[in-house]
T-cell receptor, first 116, second 109 residues
Framework: NAGVTQTPKFQVLKTGQSMTLQCAQDMNHEYMSWYRQDPGMGLRLIHYSVGAGITDQGEVPNGYNVSRSTTEDFPLRLLSAAPSQTSVYFC???????????????FGEGSRLTVL | GQNIDQPTEMTATEGAIVQINCTYQTSGFNGLFWYQQHAGEAPTFLSYNVLDGLEEKGRFSSFLSRSKGYSYLLLKELQMKDSASYLCAVMDSNYQLIWGAGTKLIIKP
């Protein structure tokens, strides 16, 4: 069982560069999300999706774009990287949609991004 | 605003019992979650409470009091592998998760 797969695991960018973090899940989950985790802070929601073709902003969406063309994939794009985007990024999926279910999140292994 | 509070760090001894508290103030309530996160790894689900009371799952138990905005995670018979961060999260009225900063639990032999 692959679960949630994130790539790359590590990435170093220069300020102004763009990149895409990939996320794929094989559990047929409708709900997918991207979080960032910074020291001393709780996980913060960047963007989320409740199904293919549907995306919405979370708590900290600025500087990031997402798309959901299929149920399985939910890439996160950094448009013009800034040092403030240095963080650990987690993709997570759930069978929660429309408020149903327990909402247990299944996380990818994380992507450590450093912006110089 | 919405807020989740939990202690930053706790230390306990192998074989002992430890209780990690979580208090919350959120816009609505649709359940409270506890996740475990080992250093450098992803969070993994431990428990879910939506009704008041105690939920027991092996060595781990989770308690919820909605009227007090309070939960705790109880870990019994501590093992060295329990050294990790424990994250409390509340699902608000919009079914979005609000996360605490986590409690780093250090287990000493």
């Amino acid at each position: 069982n692959a679960g949630v797969t994130q790539t790359p695991k590590f990435q170093v960018l220069k300020t102004g560069q763009s990149m895409t973090l990939q996320c794929a899940q094989d559990m047929n989950h409708e709900y997918m999300s991207w979080y960032r985790q910074d020291p001393g802070m709780g996980l913060r929601l960047i963007h989320y999706s409740v199904g293919a073709g549907i995306t919405d902003q979370g708590e900290v969406p600025n500087g990031y774009n997402v798309s959901r063309s299929t149920t399985e994939d939910f890439p996160l794009r950094l448009l013009s990287a800034a040092p403030s985007q240095t963080s650990v990024y987690f993709c997570a999926s759930s069978d929660l949609a429309g408020g149903r279910g327990t909402g247990e999140l299944f996380f990818g292994e994380g992507s450590r991004l450093t912006v110089l | 605003g919405q807020n989740i509070d939990q202690p930053t760090e706790m230390t306990a001894t192998e074989g002992a019992i430890v209780q990690i508290n979580c208090t919350y103030q959120t816009s609505g309530f649709n359940g409270l979650f506890w996740y475990q996160q080992h250093a450098g790894e992803a969070p993994t689900f431990l428990s879910y409470n939506v009704l008041d009371g105690l939920e027991e799952k092996g060595r781990f138990s989770s308690f919820l009091s909605r009227s007090k905005g309070y939960s705790y995670l109880l870990l019994k018979e501590l093992q060295m592998k329990d050294s990790a961060s424990y994250l409390c999260a509340v699902m608000d009225s919009n079914y979005q998760l609000i996360w605490g900063a986590g409690t780093k639990l250090i287990i000493k032999p």
